[in-house]
């Protein structure tokens, strides 16, 4: 069975570009979740879905990030424009359920970095 | 809030010594806890949770934690530490009232000396 898959692995922008980013779930995996890791820190929560709703985005900068999950699947990371700070690593991860503590897979990241 | 601390930024052992990761966490309720690894460029494993129940709980790759309630620990250990084990170990506590949202710690890096 194939993993969390993120794509792309690596991306480089200039600041002020538009990045995307693209997670792909375990399949049948209801829950996704978007995590912001800085460079020596562990994983923040960015948003989280429950199929095709987002029902936790509360630490989402929504003035330049946003994200969707269409159909309940796959799901996209934007952010417009990018600041330097955005240099991290964006982690997607999936799980069957949110509500009994199903472990949660992650994805192999994808490594921003602004210039 | 709950929160994860992980003392140690770095930690080097050498192969074949025994390992042990500090985890203190704060969390208001019955804590669920993990351990994960994070080797360079890949995505987060998990190694072992503890929900309830005994409190030395076994994962996978030889290590195992033990919950402290009167501590609030979780420490990770091993007896033996293989060369293949260096990478970046990270606790977290997860939130059901939350979404299972994880809170993580700032992570361990180890290396391990031949």
């Known amino acids: 069975e194939a993993g969390v898959v993120q794509s792309p692995r690596y991306k480089i922008i200039e600041k002020k570009q538009p990045v995307a980013f693209w997670c792909n779930p375990i399949?049948?995996?209801?829950?996704l979740y978007w995590y912001l890791q800085n460079l020596g820190q562990g994983p923040e929560l960015l948003i989280r879905?429950?199929?095709?709703?987002?029902?936790?985005d509360s630490q989402l900068p929504k003035d330049r990030f946003s994200a969707e999950r269409l159909k309940g699947v796959d799901s996209t990371l934007k952010i417009q424009p990018a600041e330097l700070g955005d240099s991290a690593v964006y982690l997607c991860?999936?799980?069957?359920?949110?509500?009994?503590?199903?472990?949660?897979?992650f994805g192999p990241g994808t490594r921003l970095t602004v210039l | 809030a709950q929160s994860v601390t992980q003392p140690d930024i770095h930690i080097t052992v050498s192969e074949g010594a025994s390992l042990e990761l500090r985890c203190n966490y704060s969390?208001?309720?019955?804590?669920?806890l993990f351990w994960y690894v994070q080797s360079p460029g890949q995505g987060l494993q998990l190694l072992l949770k503890?929900?309830?129940?005994?409190?030395l709980v076994q994962g996978i790759k030889g290590f195992e934690a033990e919950f402290k309630r009167s501590q609030s620990s979780f420490n990770l250990r091993k007896p033996s530490v293989h060369w293949s084990d260096a990478a970046e170990y990270f606790c977290?506590?997860?939130?059901?009232?939350?979404?299972?949202?994880?809170?993580f710690g700032g992570g361990t890096r180890l290396m391990v000396k031949p």
């Open positions: 991860a999936s799980s069957l359920r949110w509500d009994s503590y199903n472990e949660q897979f």
């Open positions: 399949s049948g995996h209801n829950t």
């Open positions: 879905y429950e199929n095709e709703e987002a029902v936790d």
């Open positions: 969390y208001g309720a019955t804590p669920y």
């Open positions: 503890y929900f309830s129940g005994d409190t």
């Open positions: 977290a506590v997860g939130d059901l009232n939350a979404g299972n949202m994880l809170t």
